[in-house]
């Protein structure tokens, strides 16, 4: 059973945009919100932790890196929500907690960055968009996004989808893989980019796409095998 989360705020700017990327299809939503965070140098306002999720963190180059961590750039007035993992059960928690960070302060939009799986054989990522927001599709479909009108969408942005009662907009990049997708994640902060006019120089983004594709690849590598010793270690208790 997964306890309450206890959210940690240091910091509490008024009127947001909230922006949240989770593992999903191709670990997109991940590794564009690390993108954003690292760009921007956004810096940490909060933390989330679960007591009865397994106590897991990362370090990379010297630094550790938490798993669940909030983050703010005050230029743009951007809050950046950002999970390296996310255990299965606790999707419904996450989107509670996003919810709770957008109402405490005071949130515009929440912006949802997620991946969906593709069956074609193209290597370019197509982009499509949901929002519940009237007139906001005309900015998508001006930017050559198209809606997405048939898909499955899994975690924490499916259930963001069912429980949001707040403007609520969803960027999908096409995936074409399980693996971690730097490709499909940077056509995702090139949407983004436009649709709030962050005025990023992409080039370089596009060029570092792959050496966060292989961070966050790591991460949740070590990750998982640290998960596996420890239960590994708890049968060999009952046993």
């Not at 921007?40 to 370090?59: H, M």
């Not at 969906?116 to 005309?138: A, W």
């Not at 499916?158 to 399980?178: D, Q």
């Amino acid at each position: 059973m997964i306890g309450i989360p206890d959210i940690k705020l240091s910091k509490k700017p008024l009127n947001p945009v909230v922006i949240d990327g989770f593992p999903g299809f191709g670990m997109v939503g991940t590794i564009a919100s690390e993108f954003l965070i690292d760009h921007l140098k956004a810096e940490q306002i909060g933390k989330i932790v679960f007591d009865n999720v397994p106590a897991l963190v990362a370090i990379h180059q010297g630094k550790v890196i938490e798993p669940y961590g909030i983050f703010y750039n005050q230029k743009y007035n951007l809050v950046i929500m950002h999970a390296m993992t996310a255990p299965q059960g606790t999707e419904w928690k996450f989107a509670d907690i996003i919810l709770d960070v957008a109402n405490q302060l005071k949130a515009k939009e929440i912006i949802s960055l997620e991946g969906v799986g593709s069956s074609s054989d193209k290597d370019e990522s197509k982009m499509f968009f949901y929002t519940n927001q009237t007139g906001k599709d005309k900015a998508f479909k001006k930017m050559g996004i198209e809606p997405l009108n048939e898909g499955i969408i899994m975690g924490v942005t499916s259930a963001l989808l069912i429980k949001s009662n707040m403007p609520l907009s969803c960027i999908f990049a096409e995936t074409h893989s399980g693996l971690p997708d730097s490709k499909a994640a940077a056509k995702l902060i090139e949407a983004l980019d436009a649709y709030l006019e962050l005025d990023v120089d992409f080039q370089p983004l596009l060029d570092m796409a792959a050496k966060f594709e292989q961070k966050i690849k790591k991460i949740v590598e070590q990750s998982k095998i640290a998960s596996e010793e420890r239960d590994k270690k708890v049968m060999s208790y009952v046993g």
